[in-house]
């Protein structure tokens, strides 16, 4: 048995294909002429663009248009003027092609790879996957085709990239098994899109996966099990069947209101990172967007995104919404978001320093750009403001102040946006706990970050091993935190929500559900399953086990009620 990442769930089993990567390595030459080289490097990049423009176009008609968004995206990045710019002032130095894109993609390669949110250092793999693909075309060699794969395929490879994953015949592929990746990359985006099972992330699996061996691919646990006896296989294949008979159930739910056992009306919102993914939040039924994270159009940028330019981005989530919520978290930055052209200081203790709320504050002129985008982008859909990071009252009075400044600067110019736009806070500090009462006067909403909620509470990095054990939800100081944030808005009488991977917990829900938490914003994915498990329990039961749940004194405790609770 083999353990990885559980990027895409489901089960599949099938025959192993083990796919072979090209070898791209080349001998570093002088050139001479490089306007030549120039050229040449050219006719190698419209070449790679084609393609890819082939491959968008192919995801667009059969998955749907955010995973091809993804493709549009590798163009764009190959066509990106600082990379075009360095990789001819390499070749005019005298270097060929093939040296000055690899020169030229390996340093943005390493500023992905230096960052601590996952999220980013996957982006890495996105600009591997262009150099490869540049690579080949200037090497004439042909990169991995999925498109022909035999029925019941369980693909073996050590990196899928998105370009490899966008050829894949989902008819006749039942698993993915990679040695890299994690949950957030594209290509596990589609994968899940994909609906193939995938496990990433798995130690040499390469090696160890023989073509033609049987192998069972457990996409929900992140598990491969190679030639498995009869009495496994028969397991996996009962475990297949429950599953697709529990997707089945959850279709019923596609289209329903979220609801309680005994009728309390609920929200399920989606967690997006580009406008593009609303399109994948409402396919996904979500019916509110619970967060978009805007540090992403800043980070894709060579400089500070224009006010045009951001009010396109967040008017396009507002109408792909069509009248749902969309609450917009204003820049944050720092920590483990590092924006080159920004020039922030280093600092021994990024999460604890000049970041989010702090820096915009200390930036107004800049803040306020994006301040009037989203201002100008209420007018055409229901826009809420969120402001990361809050740990004091005098924060949010700044903001709101800024946000006053902005509406006189628009009516001055006769642009619309909507007069009543509401400005919450994202509660994740456990200085913003502590005073929730006094936050809940000051905002028209709350929106839990449990992410950072948990680390802050905890003193713990999630991605530090030695400490990993103290980041979670269940430890009791979170859950008390989380209940008294929530009781607070309520008693205030303004909507509550919470946007970390807590809100999608099966364990957790009905905890929140007592709580009185109204809003429950997740990955797109999510939304379904967390409207069944809702749709399971009255306010009473869940008032009986928060009870017994706060009751407790360890993380063990508090666990072993609510896995017995569950539904």
């Not at 023989?210 to 646990?221: E, K, L, S, W």
């Not at 697709?244 to 989606?270: N, S």
Request: charged share 25%.
């Amino acid at each position: 048995m083999y353990e990885g990442v559980n990027a895409s769930e489901g089960i599949g089993i099938g025959k192993v294909v083990v796919a072979v990567e090209p070898d791209l390595s080349f001998t570093p030459t002088t050139v001479e002429d490089t306007a030549a080289e120039r050229a040449r490097y050219g006719r190698a990049l419209e070449a790679f663009i084609k393609k890819t423009e082939k491959q968008a176009d192919h995801l667009c008609r059969t998955i749907g248009e955010q995973e091809a968004e993804i493709m549009q995206g590798h163009i764009a990045m190959a066509n990106d003027p600082g990379l075009l710019d360095e990789i001819n002032r390499l070749i005019d130095s005298g270097v060929m092609a093939e040296q000055a894109l690899t020169e030229a993609t390996t340093m943005f390669e390493n500023m992905f790879l230096s960052m601590d949110d996952e999220m980013f250092r996957l982006r890495a793999t996105d600009v591997a996957d262009i150099r490869t693909g540049i690579l080949a075309q200037l090497l004439g060699k042909e990169i991995v085709d999925l498109s022909t794969l035999p029925a019941g395929s369980v693909v073996a490879v050590h990196d899928l990239t998105p370009s490899m994953t966008a050829t894949i015949d989902k008819d006749n592929v039942v698993g993915i098994v990679t040695e890299t990746g994690g949950r957030t990359s594209h290509s596990a985006i589609i994968a899940r899109a994909l609906e193939i099972p995938a496990v990433l992330s798995v130690v040499n699996c390469c090696a160890a996966m023989r073509r033609g061996t049987t192998a069972i691919v457990d996409g929900t646990c992140g598990v491969v099990i190679l030639d498995p006896d009869e009495k496994t296989l028969a397991e996996y294949t009962k475990k297949a069947e429950e599953f697709a008979a529990e997707k089945a159930e959850l279709e019923r739910f596609r289209g329903q209101p979220t609801k309680t056992a005994d009728g309390i009306e609920k929200i399920i919102g989606a967690n997006i990172g580009n406008p593009d993914d609303a399109v994948a939040a409402m396919e996904h039924d979500a019916e509110a967007i619970g967060l978009f994270r805007t540090e992403f159009l800043f980070m894709d940028a060579k400089q500070l995104p224009s006010e045009d330019e951001q009010f396109e981005a967040y008017k396009k989530a507002a109408v792909t919404a069509k009248g749902a919520s969309v609450i917009i978290r204003t820049l944050d930055v720092g920590g483990d978001k590092e924006i080159a052209y920004l020039h922030m200081k280093k600092e021994d203790n990024p999460f604890m320093g000049y970041r989010a709320v702090r820096y915009c504050l200390g930036n107004p002129d800049q803040y306020k750009v994006q301040l009037r985008a989203l201002l100008r982008a209420s007018a055409f859909g229901k826009i809420m403001i969120m402001i990361p990071l809050v740990t004091a009252v005098e924060e949010v009075r700044a903001v709101k102040a800024l946000v006053e400044e902005c509406k006189a600067e628009l009516r001055d110019k006769n642009i619309e946006f909507n007069e009543d736009i509401k400005v919450g806070v994202m509660m994740e500090t456990p200085s913003a706990s502590l005073i929730a009462d006094r936050l809940a006067c000051e905002a028209d909403f709350f929106s839990i970050g449990t992410n950072d909620l948990i680390g802050y509470t905890m003193c713990a990095d999630r991605g530090n091993d030695r400490v990993g054990y103290l980041y979670s939800v269940y430890y009791p100081s979170v859950l008390r935190s989380i209940k008294n944030i929530i009781e607070c808005g309520v008693r205030a009488g303004i909507m509550v929500g919470m946007c970390g991977e807590a809100a999608a917990d099966p364990l957790l829900e009905p905890l929140l559900i007592s709580f009185g938490l109204e809003e429950f914003s997740m990955s797109a994915p999510s939304v379904l399953r967390a409207r069944k498990t809702i749709s399971l329990w009255t306010k009473k039961e869940a008032d009986e086990l928060a009870e017994r749940a706060l009751a407790c004194s360890t993380i063990e405790e508090v666990k072993a009620i609510l896995t017995e609770a569950a539904r």
